[in-house]
């Protein structure tokens, strides 16, 4: 009688092996060179709803989701050339009753001589979790309208607020004087910035990157001249590089980034700002120092959250940073920060060099 020894010495009669594979709780298959079944396990039978009398007669593109037929195929053809020695595959079964079934494989070639002989596979039922996956995405993308709707809705509505406070501003001068009317402005003000970045991350989410050239220094310059940055120092190191990247996201991040440094000035009030730019292992690295009062530790893992202020000395949306990561990562590369209080912080966009 066959045995098998198991790694601990112990040993396994070729019956045993047999009951293990049988009750193993993923379904197991041997497929030979014509895509006929050699072996299927019970489990297997579960999953299809297939008996192994009616597996005999078919092939595993039988009981493949027409959809899933080509690039199955493809990777069937390159084990069988040997291209490749196994693959690992998500795809879609026809059960017996019609059902569609999502199924994960890992699949193995098994040659005799050099010789492509059958494949072993594995087989394990993930319609559950591509289920939850599908309601997941669902729910992200009506979020996401949500906040498009949302943030567009409420754009008119705010800008007529503005105007007319800068109307009854003007038109009665004792108003500037009024606690109840400069607290109103500066509820419509926070309204404006707050909406401003709701319409920010839909665009984010619509933006299709562009990869195009862009000269670095002349988009931090822009920038910055955009913003007010008077009373600012501001220094840079190495930025007269062309990088491959989407313009309009790498804008929107440094933007943020830089807005971030500028809000949080010294104490002393001169607020200084260092944007540095290190090529390295395939990757590019923009870096914004700035000399604020610093980020505390517990802090530093939160301030890319959506709606968190690390101080409340903040008149931003608490979403700049939020921004930030988000345009980044569409564009593939990380965000990171470090901070010392009391010295300043450090903000790093590491984007891929492509």
Avoid at 9 to 15: D, K, L, P
Avoid at 131 to 140: I, P, R, S
Avoid at 173 to 195: P, Y
Avoid at 203 to 212: F, G, M, N, T
Wanted: negative net charge.
């Amino acid at each position: 009688m066959t045995t098998i020894r198991s790694v601990e010495g112990s040993v396994f009669s070729e019956e045993d092996f047999r009951k293990m594979v049988e009750h193993a709780p993923i379904g197991i298959l041997i497929i030979d060179r014509s895509m006929t079944w050699r072996f299927v396990n019970q489990r297997f039978c579960e999953i299809t709803g297939y008996s192994r009398e009616e597996l005999a007669g078919k092939t595993f593109l039988d009981i493949t989701y027409k959809e899933d037929i080509e690039n199955n195929l493809t990777l069937y053809q390159q084990l069988l050339d040997g291209k490749i020695n196994e693959y690992f595959y998500e795809k879609r079964y026809v059960r017996k009753n019609g059902d569609i079934i999502w199924v994960r494989l890992a699949v193995a070639g098994v040659r005799i001589e050099g010789n492509y002989s059958h494949m072993v596979v594995s087989v394990q039922d993930i319609d559950e979790s591509k289920k939850y996956q599908k309601a997941l995405e669902l729910k992200n993308e009506e979020l996401d309208l949500l906040f498009y709707k949302a943030s567009h809705d409420l754009k008119s509505p705010v800008t007529t607020l503005s105007g007319l406070c800068h109307l009854l501003r003007h038109d009665h001068e004792g108003l500037s004087q009024d606690e109840s009317f400069l607290h109103l402005e500066q509820t419509v003000k926070r309204l404006q910035i707050q909406n401003e970045a709701l319409l920010q991350l839909t665009r984010i989410h619509d933006l299709k990157p562009v990869i195009e050239s862009v000269k670095l220094d002349g988009l931090v310059k822009r920038i910055l001249k955009e913003m007010n940055v008077n009373g600012t120092e501001i220094k840079y190191t190495d930025l007269e590089v062309v990088i491959q990247t989407d313009e309009s996201l790498l804008s929107i991040a440094l933007r943020s980034i830089l807005d971030n440094g500028l809000q949080f000035k010294n104490l002393s009030g001169h607020a200084r700002l260092l944007v540095d730019f290190v090529h390295s292992q395939g990757r590019n690295k923009i870096t914004v120092t700035d000399n604020g009062p610093g980020i505390p530790d517990h802090e530093i893992s939160h301030i890319f959250n959506m709606f968190y202020k690390a101080s409340e000395t903040s008149g931003g949306s608490g979403m700049g940073l939020f921004i930030a990561k988000k345009a980044i990562e569409k564009l593939n590369g990380e965000l990171m920060a470090s901070s010392t209080l009391g010295e300043g912080s450090s903000f790093s966009l590491v984007l891929p060099d492509v």
